[in-house]
T-cell receptor
Framework: GQNIDQPTEMTATEGAIVQINCTYQTSGFNGLFWYQQHAGEAPTFLSYNVLDGLEEKGRFSSFLSRSKGYSYLLLKELQMKDSASYLCAVRDSNYQLIWGAGTKLIIKP | IAGITQAPTSQILAAGRRMTLRCTQDMRHNAMYWYRQDLGLGLRLIHYSNTAGTTGKGEVPDGYSVSRANTDDFPLTLASAVPSQTSVYFC???????????FGEGSRLTVL
């Protein structure tokens, strides 16, 4: 079956760096997405990786290794507003998105 | 620009009642989706539509139906609601280029 694994919850300190991992097993691969979802709100797009390597966008970076079925989202200079759930999703060979359950990130002062 | 609008934002419904969740987008996206989100689970696809006039079943379609009469509207109907359909429902659309999804604000449905 298809599976996306990411930690349920992580805690980090304001100003620090945190890495949220995502491993996947899917029928084919046509890209990996990271979304941010604040409590009670809709998910919003953060990043998209289809080739191996690091994509940097401001304080957020996303890395992909297709051979390892692995990605991570790196958040630098953490701010309190970064407290949210981070969702990893993989687009399979049928171009359908398979979603992880999300990682709840708690930022402490 | 509104993006995607869902209605109602919240609803409490008696089991056995019929309910339609509305979704309208103004981005002229071809693809639209309905997801449900439950605590501890990832977003699960209920139904999708790749273009006006076509629909398809997702991972959890039972008890739900959709229609896509035009590009902008994609309503989701629960013919006879059951308590297991208590969830937060998100409508989304994508532009087909990167496949990035744009989500509505969600509809919180409670079936008693």
């Amino acid at each position: 079956g298809q599976n996306i694994d990411q930690p349920t919850e992580m805690t980090a300190t304001e100003g620090a760096i945190v890495q949220i991992n995502c491993t996947y097993q899917t029928s084919g691969f046509n890209g990996l997405f990271w979304y941010q979802q604040h409590a009670g709100e809709a998910p919003t797009f953060l990043s998209y990786n289809v080739l191996d390597g690091l994509e940097e966008k401001g304080r957020f970076s996303s890395f992909l290794s297709r051979s390892k079925g692995y990605s991570y989202l790196l958040l630098k200079e953490l701010q309190m507003k970064d407290s949210a759930s981070y969702l990893c999703a993989v687009r399979d060979s049928n171009y359908q998105l398979i979603w992880g359950a999300g990682t709840k990130l708690i930022i402490k002062p | 620009i509104a993006g995607i609008t869902q209605a109602p934002t919240s609803q409490i419904l008696a089991a056995g009642r019929r309910m339609t969740l509305r979704c309208t987008q103004d981005m002229r996206h071809n693809a639209m989706y309905w997801y449900r989100q439950d605590l501890g689970l990832g977003l699960r696809l209920i139904h999708y539509s790749n273009t006006a006039g076509t629909t398809g079943k997702g991972e959890v379609p039972d008890g739900y139906s959709v229609s896509r009469a035009n590009t902008d509207d994609f309503p989701l109907t629960l013919a006879s609601a059951v308590p297991s359909q208590t969830s937060v429902y998100f409508c989304a659309s994508s532009d087909g280029e990167t496949g990035e999804l744009f989500f509505g604000e969600g509809s919180r449905l409670t079936v008693l």
